[in-house]
């Protein structure tokens, strides 16, 4: 980011925080769709879309941390196992730090301990969703669908968290 936008950064600091694929993708739904009514869906539970437009979005926002994660602007063209390759060896690579949000304690406390002395870190960020969209229910139908359309993120989340203890390879490289 800070070469693509030229930005006059010495020495960056990145960090990243994963969630739970399925509970990222409701949120998102919920959040983006159902409350702001992206798509024409405010108010529309996922369960009370139309079977095509349904498919349509659960396709549309799969495995977006995985996308994120590799920074592929063609996904066709490189293929779902490079991509995940990719994504991968940038978590480990890239990034100084990365937490996982359904451990937030733990994400903070290594964010704390890598940072750089120019970041402040808060100790009390929020970890409940409180909107009243993160109420609705889903089948189990449709959150198997959700789980079959994000099964790279799925992987790449779990790679991250059975890596979580090993320390950054960007600033042992550094070292």
Sequence with gaps: VHKEYHLNVG?????TILREPVKRFISHYNFFYFQLGYDDCKGQSLDDLEPEKRE????HLSNVQLQF?????????VGEDNML????????????CYGYIEDMERCLEKLKATAPDWLKIKSNFPTLNTSNSSKVKVSDEVLDQIEK??????ELYEFAIAHMDIAPLKLEAAK
């Design 11 to 15: 020495n960056p600091f990145y960090f």
């Design 56 to 59: 349509r979005i659960i396709n």
């Design 69 to 77: 994660l590799a920074d592929i602007r063609h996904p066709k063209i």
């Design 85 to 96: 390759r990719l994504a991968k060896s940038n978590l480990l690579l890239e990034y100084d």
């Design 149 to 154: 359309a994000n099964w790279l993120d799925r």
